[in-house]
């Protein structure tokens, strides 16, 4: 059975306890021992970490030891897997470049605030991540990052949209869904989920179950072994 930590915490807005519980059932339902932690102290046992094959960070803004950082980092880079959403995974730590650098991106605005109307834009044919997914839209909050350039993008949204002092620059095509590597392991994140209900809409729980299924399959892959393709789509009448 694969295993799987949770750790949730930092600002109570985004609900980070609500959307944990939510990503447990999905994870418990594809067949992951999952531990839930409210707590930053689970990421100081470095070797547990390294047993693990998912960590699923929710935990926006506060602050964290550097070397519970550089835990996660070697944790991932031996295969675990690292994947998380909107400020729960890159808004955790804004004084942590080394954080940021590992999951590859870091929020600097949400034009509009919550409550924006906007389209998820999915990029045809760039990962089996996405198959048979179409784009979407959405209502809440649009998020602009700072983003690694070595990312693969799977989804996109269109800028500007709400009005602000970015609006007079030309359009641009901000990353909503994308994954990397980190040594031999794999980083998944999407920027959509301020708050549960947004997790909760079909189409955003298909993205990040085959996300977490894909991170989770790093170990295997990295060591020649068959990947599990349990992140397969669902029916399009269910998205």
């Known amino acids: 059975m694969r295993r799987a930590l949770i750790v949730w915490g930092g600002w109570d807005g985004h609900q980070p306890k609500e959307v944990a519980e939510l990503f447990r059932k999905t994870l418990e339902k594809e067949n992951f021992e999952v531990e839930v932690s409210d707590t930053l102290e689970a990421f100081a046992d470095a070797e547990k970490l390294m047993g693990l094959d998912l960590i699923v960070p929710v935990w926006t803004m506060g602050k964290i030891e550097q070397a519970w950082v550089n835990n996660v980092s070697a944790a991932v880079q031996a295969g675990v897997g690292l ?55 959405v209502k809440s909050e649009q998020y602009y990052l700072h983003v690694d350039p070595a990312v693969e993008v799977l989804a996109t949204t269109r800028f500007p949209t709400a009005p602000g002092p970015h609006s007079l620059n030309k359009a641009v095509d901000m990353p909503v869904v994308w994954t990397k590597r980190w040594g031999v392991g794999r980083v998944y994140y999407n920027s959509l989920g301020h708050q549960a209900n947004i997790i909760e809409m079909p189409v955003v729980t298909e993205l990040m179950r085959r996300g977490f299924l894909w991170c989770a399959d790093g170990k295997a892959a990295a060591s020649g072994s068959q990947s599990s393709g349990a992140y397969t789509g669902m029916a399009d009448s269910q998205l």
């Not at 955790?92 to 991106?105: I, L």
């Not at 089996?128 to 839209?137: H, V, W």
Request: glycine fraction near 16%; include cysteine; aromatic fraction near 10%.
């Open 83 to 137: 994947a998380g959403c909107h400020g729960g995974m890159c808004d955790s730590f804004r004084e942590n470049v080394d954080w940021q650098f590992m999951t590859g991106g870091q929020w600097v605005a949400h034009p509009g605030n919550d409550g924006v109307e906007y389209t998820v834009n999915i990029k045809a044919g760039s990962s089996p991540l996405t198959e048979g997914i179409d784009d979407f839209a």
